[in-house]
């Protein structure tokens, strides 16, 4: 078993009056109170989520001011740069700023950094190089970054260059002096907290839209932001923040929009990934995402914006083609270091001693070790660091699991590291090379004070116990009216159980490693794929099952199957 079981428990009273006023199934009603949803307008309004739902932009904290300061430089003309970042959202926030703004009459460049040469966010060589670019700038607006760019923005305020942050991450302590900050951290309330840097992109843009609109100004009534949310959808999926609150809506909306995109740098995209039909979480997740990523994990993410830019399939078409092959390259480079590193933590892993796995090598590349660290850490479920660099300095990224914030360790940490920063579940840090084993240990320290044993095995959350006979087609269609899941609003699991296999287990794919399985709770008969199973044990005698419900679509043929999560002997 690789999982703690946690079956939710169950409420039937508020779950069957939910049911009843929406005229939904006990099951969906019970799904929706385990996310937190038991009003009934709150629930109709997330089961039907509507664009004109969306809140006024200018809730958001100085967004107000930033307006106000990018109005005053349409109005003379002044040039500005867009300063985004190298990952999905930062460019997917940077092509929807500089569409919007030049389709609308302003001056603008953008500028990506390099994280190989200029690191992370509104960095001092980073902002040196983009004025050494675009000499002339005055105004610089930092997305999706620049919320602890105290020095850089100081320094770009002595060159008289005006600073607007649009960012989604923590806030340092003292603020840095932007001209306005549009951070939803600011927000006491949470409004807004759940939106990445595109959705504060969208809202900016339609702040502007809605001024301009105001105003009477030409071309602004023309402008539909609806346009733009085929980008907001592929930001906002692939930067992995919750899908509820306005996301909920900005989504689904784009995921619709980016199954019908004309872009042709989308378009172009789209045809390498060999994707046809819709678009969901999944697609952009693993199929669109880390080819847009890719540019910026690999070298630089120019390419990334082009493709999005792109006027034409004749000039997007080599572009998509140019991100595919940085992603197969990625993905070669990822896989040797994953499996170093797996080697590695393997060599020296003590279960009851490692509580945390801090692994680095020379010439890991930098680019992909957060993705490393994602993997090493599903292997041990530890919370994990993985570092590369050279003689003189490595560069990592971390990821934990529940109820170890990462980032208040490394504080607890400091004097062992050139820098640090992030959140409780995903942290980045600089150390030299000769203090990786002495941060290992004191890393280890903390988590054995703070991680009991059993937080040491993944929990699995599940929805609700059920029957095999309830798993109908127009009960797992209904279900999927939750959709779109991922981060905030994960797929329903649900346990079955007194299973049986009535025959054999079907292997599957290349080296046989996936199954097929055929089940029996002697009433109803289903069945269920389990994907990745490789050489562990598949179910044998009378067990439970945890499982995801699905549609399966064959030669137009739409019946019900369950994807495995785990498994287990029954339980009386």
């Given at each position: 078993m690789k999982f703690r079981w946690f079956l939710t428990p169950s409420q039937p009273l508020l779950a069957n009056q939910l049911a009843a006023s929406l005229a939904v199934s006990p099951l969906l009603a019970q799904c929706l109170v385990n996310r937190g949803i038991t009003a009934p307008a709150d629930a109709a309004a997330f089961l039907t989520p509507r664009l004109k739902s969306l809140a006024d932009p200018f809730l958001l904290p100085n967004m107000s001011t930033a307006v106000e300061r990018l109005w005053l430089a349409r109005g003379r003309g002044e040039p500005l740069v867009i300063f985004g970042d190298y990952d999905v959202d930062g460019v997917t926030s940077t092509a929807l700023l500089l569409e919007t703004l030049r389709t609308l009459g302003w001056t603008a460049?953008?500028?990506?950094?390099?994280?190989?040469?200029?690191?992370?966010?509104?960095?001092?060589?980073?902002?040196?190089?983009?004025?050494?670019?675009f000499s002339k700038t005055t105004l610089l607006l930092a997305v999706d970054c620049g919320s602890t760019a105290v020095e850089s923005i100081a320094w770009l305020g002595g060159r008289g260059v005006d600073v607007l942050v649009l960012d989604h991450h923590q806030v340092s302590n003292p603020a840095p002096a932007a001209a306005a900050l549009v951070n939803p951290q600011l927000s006491a309330d949470g409004k807004f907290h759940?939106?990445?840097?595109?959705?504060?992109?969208?809202?900016?843009?339609?702040?502007?839209?809605?001024?301009?609109?105001?105003?009477?100004?030409?071309g602004f009534e023309d402008f539909d932001v609806r346009r733009l949310l085929d980008l907001v959808a592929l930001g906002t999926v692939a930067d992995l923040v919750?899908?509820?609150?306005?996301?909920?809506?900005?989504?689904?909306?784009?995921?619709?929009?980016?199954?019908?995109?004309?872009?042709?740098g989308l378009v172009a995209?789209?045809?390498?990934?060999?994707?046809?039909?819709?678009?969901?979480?999944?697609?952009?997740?693993?199929?669109?995402?880390?080819?847009?990523?890719?540019?910026?994990?690999?070298?630089?993410?120019?390419?990334?914006?082009?493709?999005?830019?792109?006027?034409?399939?004749?000039?997007?078409?080599?572009?998509?083609?140019?991100?595919?092959?940085?992603?197969?390259?990625?993905?070669?480079?990822?896989?040797g270091i994953t499996d170093q590193a797996i080697g590695a933590a393997r060599a020296r892993f003590n279960p009851a001693r490692d509580f945390v796995i801090v692994e680095g090598q020379l010439l890991w590349h930098i680019g992909v070790v957060g993705i490393v660290a994602s993997r090493v850490l599903r292997e041990f479920y530890r919370p994990t660091l993985i570092l590369g660099g050279d003689n003189t300095e490595f560069?990592?990224?971390?990821?934990?699991?529940?109820g170890f914030d990462l980032a208040a360790a490394l504080r607890e940490c400091d004097d062992l590291l050139v820098r640090h920063g992030g959140h409780a579940m995903a942290a980045g840090v600089t150390i030299q090379p000769d203090k990786v084993d002495a941060l290992r240990e004191r890393l280890n320290v903390i988590a054995q004070r703070v991680l009991k044993t059993d937080q040491l095995q993944p929990t699995l959350r599940l929805d609700a116990e059920v029957e095999l006979s309830n798993l109908t087609l127009n009960a797992v269609t209904e279900l999927a009216r939750l959709e779109p899941f991922g981060q905030g609003n994960l797929a329903v699991q649900l346990a079955v159980r007194n299973l049986r296999c009535t025959r054999v287990p079907l292997r599957m794919g290349r080296g046989k490693q996936h199954a097929k399985l055929f089940l029996t709770d002697g009433t109803a008969n289903a069945e269920a794929v389990f994907w990745g199973v490789g050489d562990a044990a598949l179910p044998d005698g009378t067990f439970d099952l945890a499982a995801v419900p699905q549609v399966n679509e064959f030669n137009g043929r739409r019946t019900v199957q369950l994807k495995v999560l785990d498994w287990r002997p029954a339980t009386t």
């Open positions: 460049e953008a500028y990506l950094p390099s994280r190989m040469d200029e690191g992370y966010g509104l960095s001092r060589d980073g902002v040196e190089n983009c004025l050494k670019k759940e939106l990445c840097s595109v959705g504060l992109a969208f809202k900016l843009a339609h702040a502007l839209v809605k001024r301009g609109r105001e105003q009477g100004v030409l919750p899908l509820t609150g306005e996301n909920r809506i900005l989504v689904p909306a784009g995921l619709e929009r980016l199954s019908a995109t004309k872009r042709p995209l789209k045809k390498v990934a060999e994707m046809n039909g819709q678009v969901g979480t999944y697609e952009v997740g693993f199929q669109l995402g880390p080819r847009l990523n890719a540019a910026g994990r690999m070298e630089n993410a120019e390419a990334a914006l082009r493709l999005i830019l792109a006027a034409d399939i004749a000039e997007a078409t080599p572009l998509a083609a140019e991100l595919d092959a940085r992603n197969r390259e990625r993905q070669e480079t990822e896989r560069r990592g990224s971390g990821r934990s699991i529940e």
